[in-house]
């Protein structure tokens, strides 16, 4: 199935170096677009104040509950492209391109929509300090207008990646991110703009994100070449989508409100530890990134070898992202921890708001590895075509278990290091339940009969 010149089959050849080949733009991608984030939160750290970066940073789990909602859908594209380009099936490839964009298009300008109707209500519920809600508002209300091109680029990378092409997202980001950088210093530096440069320059990186993924899309040769007037929803396309993907949005929003309700403890011990905690996070999605790139790589290898009904070099796929995502979240993980002090204190010079960033690093770097194993076994059970049962253990396991820790556990004692004692606890929870899942069907993947369990967690029999 001929696509473009960065194409990679996954399912043939040298696996591990493919694998290599996939992952590493995926994660420089990442990479470079935390870099600009955190430029981002630079900027506004250094010439804006403490209370804009907090009021920015207290504002992260609202946007990523409203993305992950939608954008999860993008997880059942990717899947299905994956397994359509490993069995070499045009027609359902050129379906799955034109109905997936069809429904970015449509939810994207939902979400914007709710999202400026309820931007108030999220700001009071979240329990955001009455002194950053003005600036936490006007940052959202600009934000959700790009909401609907996030949207929209997040499934044009799901094709994209599922193809083996991991270059085009990254040469797209170089552009984007550039402009985002130099509007928030014109905006920010010259203009004092102050969150509102920040978020305009976001909303400009969106913009031109789409239109070079459109661009490539348009390009593309064969079945993923995206033709304007056949953009439609085709119901079969759109069914499997949402089989695969609403299991992922409704994890992925039930992820974000428990970061949200994470963070709305954070708010209550003021503004310094909101502005710790926010450089923090733009310090752990450095590790992240490349954690979400062996994600996604195994979501690539697994799906396109289960669509070319390639069992052995599966399975092999699977050990071999394993061995990576703990060697690179182990190692990773470590090298934060030891460097934490110079990291935060590149975005911010305020002491009090060095002291919060660090008590979060020192409590979260060196058990990075179990988000590793999470995220690397939801990543193969996807791959498979597997959603639901890894949705409902991540919404249980994760998404409950930080609820009722934050806010049983945490009023007891208070304090920042009791809090984050939740996410290893759900960390450890949801990646024995997944790996469980995984070595199941595995095992009976090698047999060619699925039992009883692996029916119902697959929902089909492998043929």
């Given at each position: 199935?001929?696509v473009n010149?960065?194409?990679?089959d996954?399912s043939?050849g040298?696996?591990?170096?493919k694998?290599?080949?996939?992952?590493?733009?995926?994660?420089?991608?990442?990479?470079?677009?935390?870099?600009f984030?955190?430029?981002d939160?630079?900027v506004i750290?250094r010439w804006?104040s403490?209370e804009s970066?907090?009021?920015?940073?207290?504002?992260g789990?609202?946007?990523?509950?409203?993305?992950?909602?939608?954008?999860?859908?993008?997880?059942?594209?990717?899947?299905l492209a994956?397994?359509?380009?490993g069995a070499?099936d045009?027609?359902s490839?050129?379906r799955?391109?034109?109905t997936?964009?069809?429904?970015s298009l449509?939810?994207?300008i939902?979400?914007a929509?709710?999202?400026?109707a309820a931007?108030?209500?999220?700001?009071e519920?979240?329990?955001?300090?009455?002194?950053?809600?003005?600036k936490?508002?006007l940052?959202?209300?600009?934000i959700f207008?790009?909401l609907?091109?996030?949207?929209?680029?997040?499934?044009?990378?799901?094709?994209l990646?599922?193809?083996?092409?991991?270059?085009s997202?990254?040469?797209?980001?170089?552009?984007?991110?550039?402009?985002n950088?130099?509007?928030n210093i014109?905006?920010?530096?010259?203009?004092?703009?102050?969150?509102a440069?920040?978020?305009?320059?976001t909303?400009?990186?969106?913009v031109?994100?789409?239109y070079?993924?459109?661009?490539?899309?348009?390009?593309?040769?064969?079945a993923?070449r995206?033709?304007?007037?056949?953009i439609?929803?085709?119901?079969?396309?759109?069914?499997?989508?949402?089989?695969?993907?609403?299991p992922?949005?409704?994890?992925?929003?039930?992820?974000?409100?428990?970061?949200?309700?994470?963070?709305?403890a954070?708010?209550?011990?003021?503004a310094a530890a909101?502005?710790?905690?926010?450089?923090?996070?733009?310090?752990?999605?450095?590790?992240?990134?490349?954690?979400?790139s062996?994600h996604?790589t195994?979501?690539?290898?697994?799906?396109?070898?289960?669509?070319?009904?390639?069992t052995?070099?599966l399975?092999?796929?699977?050990?071999?992202?394993?061995?990576?995502?703990?060697?690179v979240?182990?190692?990773?993980?470590?090298?934060?921890?030891w460097?934490?002090p110079?990291?935060i204190?590149i975005?911010t010079n305020?002491?009090?708001?060095?002291?919060?960033?660090?008590?979060?690093?020192?409590?979260?770097?060196t058990?990075?590895f179990?988000?590793?194993?999470?995220?690397?076994a939801?990543?193969?059970?996807r791959?498979?075509?597997?959603?639901l049962?890894?949705?409902?253990?991540?919404?249980l396991g994760?998404?409950?278990?930080?609820?009722?820790?934050?806010k049983?556990v945490?009023?007891?004692?208070?304090t920042m290091?009791?809090l984050?004692?939740?996410?290893?606890?759900?960390?450890?929870l949801?990646?024995?339940?997944?790996i469980a899942?995984?070595?199941?069907?595995?095992n009976?993947?090698r047999q060619?009969?699925?039992?009883?369990?692996?029916?119902?967690?697959?929902?089909?029999?492998?043929?």
């Amino acid at each position: 199935m001929a696509v473009n010149r960065n194409t990679i089959d996954l399912s043939n050849g040298p696996l591990l170096g493919k694998m290599i080949r996939f992952a590493i733009p995926l994660a420089l991608t990442h990479l470079l677009n935390l870099s600009f984030h955190a430029a981002d939160t630079v900027v506004i750290g250094r010439w804006g104040s403490a209370e804009s970066m907090a009021a920015i940073g207290a504002t992260g789990p609202i946007v990523g509950l409203l993305v992950n909602l939608f954008a999860g859908l993008s997880t059942g594209v990717n899947v299905l492209a994956a397994q359509y380009y490993g069995a070499k099936d045009s027609r359902s490839m050129t379906r799955l391109v034109h109905t997936s964009t069809a429904l970015s298009l449509i939810c994207g300008i939902f979400v914007a929509v709710i999202g400026w109707a309820a931007t108030h209500w999220m700001v009071e519920v979240t329990g955001i300090p009455e002194e950053l809600q003005t600036k936490s508002i006007l940052y959202l209300a600009i934000i959700f207008g790009g909401l609907p091109f996030q949207i929209f680029y997040a499934f044009i990378c799901a094709v994209l990646r599922a193809i083996g092409d991991t270059k085009s997202p990254l040469y797209f980001l170089i552009y984007a991110g550039i402009a985002n950088v130099v509007l928030n210093i014109l905006l920010v530096v010259f203009f004092k703009w102050d969150v509102a440069g920040v978020a305009i320059g976001t909303l400009a990186s969106h913009v031109i994100s789409v239109y070079l993924g459109m661009k490539r899309l348009m390009r593309n040769r064969g079945a993923t070449r995206l033709i304007l007037k056949n953009i439609r929803l085709d119901m079969d396309s759109l069914q499997k989508i949402l089989r695969i993907g609403v299991p992922a949005g409704v994890q992925g929003a039930c992820f974000s409100l428990s970061n949200i309700v994470v963070q709305s403890a954070v708010n209550t011990l003021g503004a310094a530890a909101i502005a710790g905690s926010t450089a923090e996070i733009t310090v752990e999605w450095l590790l992240y990134a490349i954690v979400f790139s062996l994600h996604h790589t195994t979501i690539a290898v697994v799906g396109q070898n289960y669509g070319a009904k390639k069992t052995r070099r599966l399975i092999r796929s699977i050990y071999i992202s394993a061995g990576l995502t703990f060697g690179v979240t182990l190692v990773g993980g470590w090298l934060l921890y030891w460097f934490s002090p110079e990291l935060i204190s590149i975005f911010t010079n305020d002491p009090e708001v060095i002291r919060w960033g660090l008590i979060r690093c020192r409590s979260i770097f060196t058990i990075y590895f179990l988000l590793g194993f999470m995220d690397f076994a939801s990543g193969a059970l996807r791959g498979l075509g597997c959603s639901l049962p890894p949705a409902v253990a991540t919404i249980l396991g994760t998404c409950g278990a930080r609820v009722l820790w934050a806010k049983l556990v945490f009023p007891r004692y208070g304090t920042m290091e009791s809090l984050l004692l939740c996410y290893p606890v759900s960390w450890i929870l949801v990646a024995a339940i997944n790996i469980a899942m995984l070595y199941c069907i595995c095992n009976d993947l090698r047999q060619k009969k699925f039992g009883k369990l692996s029916s119902i967690l697959m929902g089909k029999k492998y043929a």
